[in-house]
T-cell receptor, first 113, second 112 residues
């Protein structure tokens, strides 16, 4: 079974803090994705990575950065957390040949106070 | 990407088949139908996908009409754990990196 894990299920941070969200997958997938999900706005892509050290901006990259130093790990960084970044953050991965079949982690619910 | 239309909510009795419809009347010839679900407070879960033939796996069956303008996801024996939001997506299956966009989906509630 594909397993995608995220470092925290729930996180509370203060405005201005630097926040790290970690994602690890164990299926040797080349592609990894970070989304956020908000009520009424659905799923929105923040960044994705198609290989180690490679990254591409998604639809809403502002205020975020990412790091992919190892194939299995994709980190999302909030450089200076703001209240509008309160959201559910979802990591996903897939193999390039698997079309739109993506495997998701359990999500991290982040609250920025 | 083709637009999809799903009913906002459905109910099903435990042990019965749940049939979730999806309309995608503007689907193109190279677009696949994908189904995901999301149980409350969890990440989305891939269920099944198909192009034009019916498909079955350990989770569900996917029936696509001959004109491909609609499809039905079938959970043959629904359980309480199948209560979730079900998303129907139509996408060209790319061999590069694609982003997923979910619509409103169908809230399926399975009752004892």
């Amino acid at each position: 079974d594909v397993k995608v894990t995220q470092s925290s299920r729930y996180l509370v941070k203060r405005t201005g803090e630097k926040v790290f969200l970690e994602c690890v997958q164990d299926m040797d997938h080349e592609n990894m994705f970070w989304y956020r999900q908000d009520p009424g706005l659905g799923l929105r892509l923040i960044y994705f990575s198609y290989d180690v050290k490679m990254k591409e901006k998604g639809d809403i990259p502002e205020g975020y950065s990412v790091s992919r130093e190892k194939k299995e790990r994709f980190s999302l960084i909030l450089e200076s957390a703001s209240t509008n970044q309160t959201s559910m953050y979802l990591c996903a991965s897939n193999h390039p040949d698997s079309g739109e079949t993506q495997y998701f982690g359990p999500g991290t619910r982040l609250l920025v106070l | 990407d083709a637009k999809t239309t799903q009913p906002p909510s459905m109910d099903c009795a435990e042990g019965r088949a749940a049939n979730l419809p999806c309309n995608h009347s503007t689907i193109s010839g190279n677009e696949y139908v994908y189904w995901y679900r999301q149980i409350h407070s969890q990440g989305p879960q891939y269920i099944i996908h198909g192009l034009k033939n019916n498909e079955t796996n350990e989770m569900a069956s996917l029936i696509i009409t001959e004109d491909r303008k609609s499809s039905t996801l079938i959970l043959p024996h629904a359980t309480l754990r199948d209560t979730a939001v079900y998303y129907c997506i139509v996408r060209v299956a790319s061999t590069s990196y694609g982003k997923l966009t979910f619509g409103q989906g169908t809230i399926l509630t399975v009752h004892p």
